[in-house]
């Protein structure tokens, strides 16, 4: 199985940026398709975006279109979220996943495998 651990979450103003980093060690990452979730407070874990294993097909999440990047370097074994102009609804922790089928479309990831999470808090 592969091991992911997160970084990169803060407190940022709204309007704000931040870059989230997913490291994954144990088996080869470019063999996962990989995506991002986040959970508020009372709420239940969403999809916020999605990235193939090759990096060539993308799925967002309609509210971070166009804010939000996903991208990877498979070189690195590492995942990344951009995020920009950020929202105080974008508070949440967030949550790297990687998804062990073989043949995945990006928008229906799912995750078989978790990190233990990122807080992102965004102030108004």
């Known amino acids: 199985q592969v091991q992911l651990v997160e970084s990169g979450g803060g407190l940022v103003q709204a309007g704000g940026s931040l870059r989230l980093s997913c490291a994954a060690s144990?088996?080869?990452?470019?063999?996962?398709?990989m995506g991002w979730f986040r959970q508020a407070p009372g709420k239940e874990r969403e999809f916020v975006a999605a990235?193939?294993?090759?990096?060539?097909?993308?799925s967002y999440q309609d509210s971070v279109k166009g804010r939000f990047t996903i991208s990877r370097d498979n070189a690195k074994n590492t995942l990344y979220l951009q995020m920009n102009s950020l929202k105080p609804e974008d508070t949440a922790v967030y949550y790297c996943?990687?998804?062990?089928?073989?043949?995945?479309?990006?928008?229906?990831?799912?995750?078989?495998?978790w990190g233990q999470g990122t807080q992102v808090t965004v102030s108004s």
């Open positions: 990235i193939s294993r090759g990096g060539g097909s993308t």
């Open positions: 996943a990687a998804d062990r089928r073989t043949s995945v479309v990006v928008s229906t990831i799912r995750g078989d495998y």
């Open positions: 144990g088996r080869t990452f470019s063999n996962y398709a």
